[in-house]
């Protein structure tokens, strides 16, 4: 089953702050965020290992809530160099030790002057 | 950091022709490649780990035959799109890891837009 990400479009101006959510019915091992431009590869941001674990990158953000299987990337002061579309990519628990992904539908976040 | 190349970057066919799609590592040894369709705004849906020197293992509902993965070498896996249809049009896209393990990061090669007239 794919994971939920919500909203589905941002739109922000430049500074403001911007959250993206991410939930899985199942339960789950792990959470991967990406970020893609468009017409380019998915970009790699952070993983989140363990249950209540957050991690920053930059003004980038994100928490892992294991108990709840969701889990929130945090964007702050937004830049105009953080549009694009960001996807949550899940290892659930039982699954094989491939590091195989399955992706959320994304969030396009667009920000502007 | 790990680079994944990926060619071509796009492709133009007629009905009915086959493609093939390569994904190389180019500084690392990668065991396990994955294989992503992507609809315009959509998401990256998967359609098979690629493992090197075994079959590789599609998702539920793609095509085993229609869509042909051989990841021959280590740093080497290619997608074949058989007899392709105007259907088969999408972005196709490959990741690897340098590890084949959770926890590992994945690095993406630049896609490849197929057209099938």
């Not at chain 1, 939920?4 to 702050?17: F, H, K, M, N």
């Not at chain 1, 792990?30 to 590869?41: D, F, L, M």
């Not at chain 2, 998702?59 to 051989?70: A, P, R, S, T």
């Not at chain 2, 070498?73 to 393990?101: K, Q, W």
């Amino acid at each position: 089953q794919q994971p939920v990400q919500s909203p589905q479009a941002v739109i922000l101006r430049e500074g403001e702050d911007a959250v993206i959510n991410c939930s899985s019915s199942k339960a789950l091992y792990s959470v991967h965020w990406y970020r893609q431009k468009h017409g380019e590869a998915p970009v790699f941001l952070m993983i989140l290992l363990k249950g209540g674990e957050q991690k920053g990158h930059d003004k980038i953000s994100a928490s892992f809530n294991e108990k709840k299987q969701q889990s929130s990337l945090y964007l702050t002061a937004s830049q105009l160099s953080y549009s694009g579309t960001y996807f949550c990519g899940t290892e659930y628990s039982g699954s094989s030790n491939t590091g195989k992904l399955i992706f959320g539908q994304g969030t396009t976040l667009q920000v502007k002057p | 950091g790990a680079v994944v190349s990926q060619h071509p970057s796009w492709v133009i066919c007629k009905s009915g022709t086959s493609v093939k799609i390569e994904c190389r590592s180019l500084d690392f040894q990668a065991t396990t490649m994955f294989w992503y369709r992507q609809f315009p705004k959509q998401s990256l849906m998967l359609m098979a780990t690629s493992n090197e020197g075994s079959k590789a293992t599609y998702e539920q509902g793609v095509e085993k035959d229609k869509f042909l993965i051989n990841h021959a070498s280590l740093t080497l896996s290619t997608l074949t799109v058989t007899s392709a249809h105007p259907e088969d049009s999408s972005f196709y896209i490959c990741s690897a890891a340098r590890v084949p393990a959770r926890y590992e990061k994945l690095f993406f090669g630049s896609g490849t837009q197929l057209s099938v007239l």
